[in-house]
Each structure stands twice: as structure tokens, then as C-alpha cells.
């Protein structure tokens, strides 16, 4: 299973930015996991941000960014998307999506697959 980042950048405060996670691989089927946004600030542990449940009925925030991301998938084209509107300094960090069999155990311990991350800087 390869899941592959892209969309990050330097933003000014304020700024959007659409993250997006493409996901392959010979058994893996995209539409039958949850996935997953997470994010890891320098000298900080990894936490959660977003997922989504494997229909894209459900999904579910972290209170930091509730009302400013927006979680989404394409389950035709095998990728989930993070849109980030008024990003703050503090959104500043390497952002991994990851994908699980369950909304359960899409967690920072638990999480089988993952990607490579992408980095999100946010200027004051």
C-alpha cells in the first residue's frame, strides 16, 4: 500500500491550502478504509487532525481546526483531501495522511498504513 502526499507549502496566515493523499496498491481497495489526517510539529508527537469514514459520510475534527479544514474523498480516484482555509502559525507542521479498516483504529498508534507526509509552513 502506497499512500502519497502532495499539496504543501508556505502560506501567509490568513491563506488556504488543499492537501491531497493518493492511495495504490495491488490489494489494497481505497473505498473499503477510513482515512486519515494527521500532523507533526517540530519537537511535538504526532496528533490528529481530520478523518473520514469510508463512505465520506462522517467525519470528524479536531477541535483546533473545526470550522477552518474540511475533510473529503474521491473514492473513484482513490485520494482523500484536506482543504485548509484561514491557516494559523500554529498549523505549522509535516501533515501525514493514513488509512485504516476502521474509524477506530485510525490513530497515531494503530494506523497501518501511511504516507511520507507533507510539509505545511504558515507565515506570520
Known amino acids: 500500500v502506497q499512500l502519497v502526499e502532495s ?3 508556505l502560506v501567509q496566515a490568513g491563506g488556504s491550502l488543499r492537501l491531497s493523499c493518493a492511495a495504490s496498491g495491488r490489494t ?6 477510513a482515512m486519515g489526517w494527521f500532523r507533526q510539529a517540530p519537537g511535538k508527537e504526532r496528533e490528529f487532525v481530520a478523518q473520514i469514514n ?3 459520510g462522517n467525519a470528524y475534527y479536531t477541535d483546533s481546526v473545526k470550522g477552518r479544514f474540511t475533510v473529503s474523498r474521491d473514492n473513484a480516484k482513490n485520494t482523500v483531501y484536506l ?3 484561514s491557516l494559523k ?3 505549522t507542521a ?3 495522511c493514513a488509512a485504516a479498516r476502521s474509524i477506530a483504529t485510525l ?3 494503530s494506523a497501518p498504513y501511511w504516507g511520507q507526509g507533507t510539509q505545511v509552513t504558515v507565515s506570520s
Do not use: A, I, K, R
Open 7 to 9: 499539496g504543501g507549502g
Open 28 to 33: 489494497f481497495t481505497f473505498s473499503s478504509y
Open 54 to 56: 469510508w463512505s465520506g
Open 83 to 85: 482543504q485548509m482555509n
Open 89 to 91: 502559525p500554529e498549523d
Open 94 to 96: 509535516v501533515y501525514y
Open 107 to 109: 490513530t497515531t498508534t
